[in-house]
């Protein structure tokens, strides 16, 4: 992506994404082979959840919006130092977005995501959400109580990426609902182990007791 190409906002966004990139810029999301070889020369932990961890698991293929990269939040500083030169990071959360630099490098406590781009006329690349943890164990945001040793709720794939476990997956996407979120369910229901799909219907259930959800799973 050179400094001589402009970009445009895609066809057929729907008016929610169009009135975002509007306001913040285009985006172009990275693909997973590019996350790999940024993320990976970093030499700290980071992951992929939401959809394409679904995708990796069933190896069910769908249309994908964007790249849902995690990190915890305590590195972010690392990585600001190792996209000097490659990015501008950015904090965003309620209260809007800021850049982050070398020198100062904090991220708010009221934002809970960094997005990376190369430069003010580039699209947003990264969308990366910061997990928080607790003694460096994954903090469950959904019910900040819990926490669980990162391989617990991670799995590394043929591909060398680290993904969040499909049905940690599908108990984020519970809140949403979204046909996409259903037809992920579908797709990943019947690939659970009885122990996984268990887990599922109890978290399930402790987050959304009477989630529409909860009779298909169980």
Same mark, same amino acid.
């Given at each position: 992506?050179?400094?001589e190409r402009r970009y445009w906002y895609e066809d057929g966004l ?11 810029? +285009? ?166 182990? +009885? ?7 109890d978290m399930v259930h402790h987050l959304h007791p009477d989630h ?7």
């Open positions: 992506m050179g400094s729907d008016p929610e994404d169009l009135e975002f990139q509007r306001l913040y810029g +285009p985006v172009l999301p990275a693909t997973r082979a590019e996350a790999k070889e940024f993320f990976g020369g970093l030499g700290l932990p980071w992951w992929i959840a939401g959809g394409w961890s679904i995708e990796a698991f069933t190896g069910v293929s769908r249309p994908h919006d964007d790249l849902d990269v995690s990190f915890w939040r305590k590195n972010v500083p690392q990585l600001v130092e190792h996209s000097k030169g490659r990015y501008h990071v950015w904090s965003a959360g309620s209260a809007g977005i800021h850049p982050l630099s070398v020198e100062k490098p904090e991220v708010p406590d009221t934002a809970d995501q960094v997005w990376l781009r190369e430069h003010a006329l580039a699209p947003w690349r990264y969308d990366v959400v910061l997990n928080p943890d607790r003694d460096g164990r994954w903090v469950f945001r959904r019910d900040p109580s819990l926490d669980f040793d990162l391989d617990e709720v991670t799995w590394i794939a043929d591909d060398g990426i680290r993904y969040l476990n499909p049905e940690m997956a599908i108990c984020y996407k519970a809140k949403a609902d979204r046909p996409k979120d259903r037809q992920d369910l579908a797709n990943t229901l019947p690939l659970l182990s +009885p122990a996984r799909r268990t887990w599922l219907a529409p959800w909860l009779d298909q799973i169980r």
